[in-house]
């Protein structure tokens, strides 16, 4: 009901494409699969009421993405993750958007007509109110619109993006370009940790302009309780000093993650420790001319 519904009804012709691992042994970010097995079947009978066309794709991801040395040596240290799975995570992620891409391309052929905006979401996040247009909000309009929280290291938050439609191919195939093929198209002055870091370093060598709002961008990822972090459904906000100022202006059925609290803290402790301890490192890495940011 956030995500077409509302835009469909004020007359835009709205396509969807969902690109998923079918597999049983799907390798997932973060597993949600009480979410798949319930609500799967009726969200898609929904999209196929009002959408104009709805693409869905199969897409095997790859299981063992070839390493990046570059990559893995500039992930921040915030996890007890081993650090080449992570990377092999972050590829996959970056695979499927790029999959996303070819698919879009494909609707505008069939439709003989460019998309004016393209919305991205990452299959485990929720919107707490509708998403308008860029064209229908304040000017400036900027080219990529993302929420401002959990944005690390000053990155843009990679859970979901309303981006103008000249944005696209860069934001969608430029991970794996970067990563396998051509450093040249990152801004040097960005210092890559994570998926957040990496996309802006991406946008901004491209020359895009960047908002971060809450407001235009209510998207928040949800943990369930198949995953075994928390008791119950809930959306997982971990910078809460971000995330509180908003929250209570939104009417979900989900409940805030309170029980991970203690595990948001900890998290974000490892962020500044990590950060602190890495100095000497980067300072390293720099020194030795490595190429990569």
């Not at 869905?56 to 070839?66: A, M």
């Not at 499927?96 to 990452?122: A, G, W």
């Not at 235009?216 to 995330?243: F, K, N, Y």
């Not at 962020?271 to 390293?284: D, F, G, M, T, V």
Request: proline share 5%; charged share 25%; with cysteine.
């Amino acid at each position: 009901h956030n995500l077409h519904q509302p835009n469909v009804n004020k007359g835009h012709v709205v396509d969807v494409v969902t690109i998923l691992d079918n597999r049983k042994n799907a390798k997932f970010v973060n597993k949600a699969p009480s979410l798949i097995e319930t609500t799967a079947t009726n969200d898609t009978s929904l999209l196929l009421q009002s959408v104009h066309n709805l693409h869905q794709i199969s897409f095997r991801q790859p299981d063992n993405p070839l390493p990046v040395s570059w990559y893995i040596e500039a992930l921040d240290k915030s996890t007890s993750m081993n650090e080449t799975e992570r990377m092999q995570g972050h590829v996959r992620q970056y695979l499927t958007m790029e999959r996303c891409y070819d698919e879009m391309l494909t609707l505008e052929f069939k439709n003989q007509k460019r998309y004016d905006e393209i919305f991205r979401l990452r299959e485990d996040t929720v919107l707490l109110a509708p998403i308008n247009p860029l064209h229908e909000q304040a000017e400036p309009i900027p080219d990529y619109l993302v929420n401002e929280c959990d944005c690390w290291y000053n990155g843009t938050n990679d859970k979901g993006a309303l981006m103008l439609r000249r944005v696209a191919k860069t934001h969608f195939r430029g991970f794996r370009t970067a990563l396998y093929l051509d450093k040249s198209i990152l801004d040097s002055t960005v210092r890559i940790r994570n998926p957040e870091t990496f996309t802006l370093s991406i946008l901004q060598k491209a020359n895009f302009t960047i908002k971060k709002s809450m407001h235009d961008m209510p998207v928040v990822p949800i943990r369930t309780a198949a995953s075994g972090v928390v008791s119950q459904d809930c959306l997982h906000a971990l910078e809460q000093t971000c995330w509180k100022n908003y929250y209570d202006n939104y009417k979900s059925e989900t409940p805030y993650c309170v029980e991970i609290g203690e595990e948001s803290s900890q998290i974000l402790e490892h962020y500044q420790n990590a950060k602190n301890s890495k100095q000497k490192r980067i300072k390293k890495l720099d020194e030795d001319n490595t190429g990569g940011p």
